[in-house]
């Protein structure tokens, strides 16, 4: 959708690296040239999530999230104008979400599970990256940060990785991943996908290099 963006979507599995690389990419690029948009953002409320057979709560499904509000907010970015919404607290009642300022920028980077499974954010994106690694990359990555970041039980990480994160990746994933221009593969790291994409948006999306910096 290239008007006064380039918009560039990322997807992956949980625990692919999705958002360690649109970091990685921003701090690439000059500053002020990139806008992320997470689809963490838009979950819906706890209370307004599915519950499945055994009466656990189920955020790893599309109706999860608030993909029409997602679209909406991007058109916007698009169009020049700024959005402001509260960061997603990943359900800890303790925490106060700050609000978010989004600004529009020549490129924007979003990253989420079902911005490829979703249509009318999908076919908003200029670009569409797939960030891949082995389940049991998946699952280290995750036990990992769930434990430390959002303060979930081993046990209870195992059974949403069996029950919710696995056939959501089978079922609104996977399927998509064709689709995709270009295909990350993240074992050891993603450095040569960041160099790629970074060299890319600098000759097409318009965003200028600093001086004293070549490609």
Not at 130 to 159: C, K, M, N, V
Not at 179 to 184: G, R, T
Request: proline share 6%.
């Amino acid at each position: 959708m290239r008007r006064g963006a380039y918009l560039v979507g990322v997807a992956g599995g949980s625990g692919s690296g999705k958002t360690s690389l649109v970091r990685a990419l921003r701090e690439q690029l000059p500053p002020g040239s990139v806008c992320v948009v997470s689809q963490d953002d838009y979950y819906h409320p706890k209370e307004q999530q599915a519950i499945d057979p055994n009466g656990k709560v189920n955020f790893d499904l599309p109706s999860a999230v608030d993909m029409e509000g997602l679209a909406r907010d991007l058109r916007e970015l698009v169009a020049g104008r700024s959005i402001h919404r509260k960061e997603y607290t990943f359900n800890q009642p303790d925490k106060e979400p700050d609000l978010i300022e989004l600004l529009p920028a020549p490129v924007i980077l979003v990253e989420g599970l079902f911005v490829l499974h979703h249509e009318p954010v999908r076919e908003l994106f200029d670009l569409r990256v797939f960030i891949d690694a082995s389940e049991g990359a998946q699952l280290d990555r995750r036990l990992r940060r769930d434990s430390r970041e959002r303060g979930y039980g081993e046990a209870e990480i195992l059974y949403q990785w069996e029950h919710h994160v696995l056939p959501a990746y089978r079922n609104y994933l996977l399927p998509y991943r064709h689709l995709c221009d270009l295909h990350v593969v993240n074992e050891l790291g993603f450095e040569r996908a960041v160099n790629v994409l970074r060299h890319h948006l600098l000759l097409t999306a318009g965003v200028e290099e600093p001086l004293g910096q070549g490609l």
